[in-house]
């Protein structure tokens, strides 16, 4: 990919190039004007290689406070003809998403707002399906959701949250933090089914086992192994 800004008469407007890495030319551009455009972003491709996945952020207001609204864009990989954008809403941060293996559905939570939720996009048709919250910050601390993570078969989605109390800095012991929540999500439900605690500490990055028996989640100075099998039998 690679960024140009505007010179001389077309200083206000901005273009994002995605490149052929086999070509070298040009496959999409995306023209936006700067004095309105927070931040453009092609995240990633479905596992099928048929889809690119985005987000684009326009600025509404800037004084006397900042609002800007977000945007997920879908665009064909082949031909790079834009086929969706969904509004998805103002101010939020978006963790990085994460993909069914089948490439059907997309997850992606905002990882810092006053709620937490969780967006499951729809790609056969590049729709929001279900919108899902998680959690409120509250006035001791801050929430912070993580990348969710797809099981293997398709059926549910994992998403961890961590709490940063207010004036936490790197030199905090981890183990004085709140417990990690680990959220189980039924794709075809759209709702939180079981939520489990991890030790106390930092919880990040959960990714499954390829044979879908369990999963792990790094955190400070430790993993975390999780028996998805076990779990399973709580919520089913």
């Not at 967006?119 to 919108?131: A, I, S």
């Not at 912070?144 to 961890?160: K, L, N, Y």
Request: charged share 25%; aromatic share 10%.
């Amino acid at each position: 990919m690679a960024y140009r800004h505007g010179e001389g008469e077309d200083a206000d407007e901005s273009e994002l190039h995605v490149i052929d890495p086999v070509s070298l030319e040009s496959r999409l551009t995306f023209k936006t004007r700067q004095e309105d455009f927070e931040g453009f972003h092609v995240r990633s491709f479905t596992p099928d290689g048929k889809l690119m996945v985005g987000t684009a952020g326009y600025y509404l207001q800037k004084e006397p406070k900042l609002v800007w609204e977000n945007e997920m864009v879908w665009w064909d990989a082949r031909s790079g003809r834009e086929k969706n954008r969904l509004l998805v809403g103002r101010n939020i941060y978006l963790a990085q998403e994460c993909h069914s293996q089948d490439s059907k559905w997309m997850a992606v939570a905002n990882s810092r707002a006053p709620q937490l939720e969780l967006y499951m996009f729809r790609h056969t048709d590049q729709t929001l399906q279900h919108t899902i919250p998680l959690e409120q910050a509250e006035e001791a601390s801050t929430p912070f959701a993580q990348r969710p993570v797809f099981s293997p078969d398709g059926e549910h989605v994992i998403v961890v949250v961590n709490d940063a109390p207010k004036g936490a800095n790197d030199r905090m012991d981890p183990s004085k933090y709140p417990r990690p929540r680990i959220y189980v999500i039924s794709v075809e439900q759209g709702k939180i089914i079981k939520t489990f605690l991890a030790p106390r500490g930092w919880a990040i990055s959960p990714q499954f086992s390829p044979d879908g028996k369990s999963f792990v989640i790094s955190g400070h100075r430790k993993v975390m192994f999780c028996d998805w099998e076990a779990m399973r039998k709580e919520f089913n």
